[in-house]
């Protein structure tokens, strides 16, 4: 007995030693802050963006056509807006609405770099109007914000984009690597006809791009236990996207003599069996880069578990959603409450973690439920792309730049758990990064694709600098 509890004492002091080095050879991975000269932004620039959000380009479906005149007039306003760029930089219009500005560089041996962004937003719910501080389409300006639907997703961006360049034509500035600015005008419903045929158009180009930057990564504001100081949240990847529908078919019947197995409650069972049967969480790229950024900057048992992720993986895991997400979102059945319905349907959505894919997904759902629910894959769907490198000189010089402006800032790469039209891009591009200096904290995230869209005036004005910043440093 005496030689167990001795044994069992040297493990537990074999452990501890080895989550003390570990942590203890945890270093903060920050470069350091280099000076920059700041910029002067005046305050016109609230006024581009409070017009540009008066154009109602809303993507209803995937199946909608676009609103011409919205989009048009969109378009008219960039030209009056941004003259310089309109005059000096060559325009094409991708799949009529879709925008390709092209920044000849000269010096032909840089590979280019691109900047996108997207001119279509999300709707809003009637209902919720009255919960606006002002119009969603008004395009308010107030003494601190600008209110609006697109303001954070993501007409932000791309007006503040065009702000950067307009600013750096002024100064004569000539970029020696090309720069590509490209807006979709259908993301909110997948990107096919924008994004996607953007790809199209420069892959028969022959464009291979050192880097390709869109929305998709945020400046984190008190949303880290643990870290005080802002987090800025490059993603170097996103998840996939499908929907499968659940579809029950039975003989029906009279609610008074019920069978043994409902329709509804089959397909039930088979929701809340997927509910409690979801798929495991895997540490992969990027996940174990963000553990290796981030756990230096915590505090000193918070960084223990980070720095020994093959002890704490379960909770690391869990707390960065690392796995393949799974949520009902629509369900139908039933046309009077003493009718069994012979019909009922349920949509699941499902986010998907790199190393996954679509088929991987059905496969599991399948497996999961009962033989009498039909599985179909349903609307736009897409697998997870390749995942970036936090290594290469492309990251090195994001990085700069956001440590150079925030030098309060820590640098993170990530995982996107949403969808952007960057995964278009993944094939002419060696790296795809998801980054503008977007400020988050819990209370404003419910504003994307929310009530009360609204961006201030100050955070709009770093989305300027940061892009106007960013294009000299790839120089």
Do not use: C
Request: no cysteine; proline share 7%.
């Amino acid at each position: 007995m005496k030689k167990i509890i001795i044994a069992l004492l040297v493990i537990v002091i074999l452990i501890s030693a080895i989550l003390l080095i570990n942590t203890l050879r945890m270093s903060s991975k920050q470069v350091p802050a280099e000076p920059v000269d700041r910029i002067s932004i005046s305050d016109d620039v609230f006024q581009n963006l409070s017009q540009a959000i008066q154009f109602q380009t809303i993507s209803f479906s995937e199946d909608t056509e676009p609103d011409s005149a919205a989009f048009f007039g969109l378009h008219r306003f960039l030209e009056s807006a941004f003259p310089l760029t309109h005059s000096q930089l060559k325009l094409e219009k991708i799949n009529t609405y879709s925008l390709l500005y092209t920044w000849e560089g000269s010096d032909p041996s840089l590979k280019p770099i691109i900047l996108m962004s997207h001119q279509d937003v999300v709707p809003v719910d009637e209902p919720t109007l009255g919960q606006w501080e002002a119009p969603p389409f008004e395009g308010r300006i107030t003494d601190t914000h600008i209110i609006g639907r697109g303001t954070m997703d993501d007409k932000g961006t791309l007006i503040g984009v065009l702000e950067a360049v307009e600013k750096l034509l002024g100064e004569g500035f000539q970029p020696k690597r090309t720069i590509y600015i490209a807006s979709g005008h259908d993301e909110e419903v997948g990107g096919p006809k924008g994004a996607g045929k953007i790809v199209e158009y420069l892959k028969s180009k022959g464009v291979q791009a050192a880097m390709t930057m869109d929305e998709g990564g945020y400046i984190a504001e008190n949303m880290i236990p643990g870290v005080e100081n802002p987090v800025a949240m490059i993603n170097l990847g996103e998840k996939g996207f499908a929907s499968f529908r659940l579809i029950v078919r039975t003989n029906g019947g009279h609610s008074s003599a019920p069978p043994k197995e409902n329709t509804i409650g089959i397909l039930a069972k088979a929701i809340v069996d997927l509910e409690n049967n979801q798929l495991p969480y895997k540490l992969i790229p990027p996940i174990d880069s963000q553990l290796e950024y981030l756990g230096p900057e915590l505090p000193f048992l918070t960084r223990m578990a980070f720095a020994n992720p093959w002890l704490f993986k379960k909770q690391l895991l869990e707390g960065l959603n690392s796995h393949t997400t799974t949520a009902p979102t629509i369900i139908d059945g039933g046309v009077k409450n003493n009718v069994i319905p012979t019909v009922a349907e349920a949509t699941i959505n499902f986010r998907i973690l790199p190393g996954e894919t679509i088929e991987s997904v059905q496969a599991h759902i399948e497996q999961i439920v009962s033989d009498k629910v039909q599985v179909e894959p349903v609307g736009f769907l897409t697998n997870p792309p390749a995942v970036s490198s936090a290594a290469s000189e492309a990251y090195r010089i994001v990085e700069k730049t956001i440590r150079s402006l925030h030098p309060e800032t820590v640098v993170v790469p990530g995982l996107l758990g949403g969808a952007t039209d960057s995964r278009y891009f993944i094939e002419i591009s060696d790296e795809v990064y998801r980054f503008y200096p977007m400020r988050i904290s819990p209370e404003t995230m419910e504003r994307f694709h929310g009530i009360d869209e609204k961006i201030s005036k100050e955070n709009y004005k770093e989305i300027i600098e940061f892009s106007y910043q960013l294009i000299k440093n790839f120089q």
